[in-house]
């Protein structure tokens, strides 16, 4: 049976398996660096066994850190009707894509 995790990292949740890669927010470590991600709920595919946390559980999954990345270039956009004024800035998010390794 396959074990189904819901993790939180960087105030978002995220439902995985062993083996998944995942896109997230930057975290701090360094490639092939191994992370614990805090756990909210697991459970098995077909949901007779349900762990719940209040908000966590003891247990951690483990992932390892593949890369560090930039995402696509988000435009932000200012703009004033009938005063001529806009300006147009953008930024590129800083994210991290992980391997669960273990749940």
Do not use: C, H, W
């Not at 092939?32 to 459970?43: C, R």
């Amino acid at each position: 049976m396959t074990k189904i995790a819901v993790i939180k990292s960087g105030g978002k949740q995220y439902l995985v398996k062993e083996g998944d890669e995942i896109i997230v927010d930057q975290l701090p470590a360094q490639v092939k660096d191994k992370v614990e991600l805090d756990t909210l709920a697991v459970f098995d595919e077909t949901g007779k066994q349900i762990d719940l946390g209040t908000p966590f559980i003891k247990t951690k999954v483990t992932a390892e850190l593949v890369e560090n990345l930039k995402g696509d270039k988000i435009r932000v956009a200012k703009f004033k009707a009938k005063v001529r004024y806009r300006k147009v800035k953008g930024f590129r998010p800083r994210l991290t894509k992980i391997k669960i390794i273990k749940i």
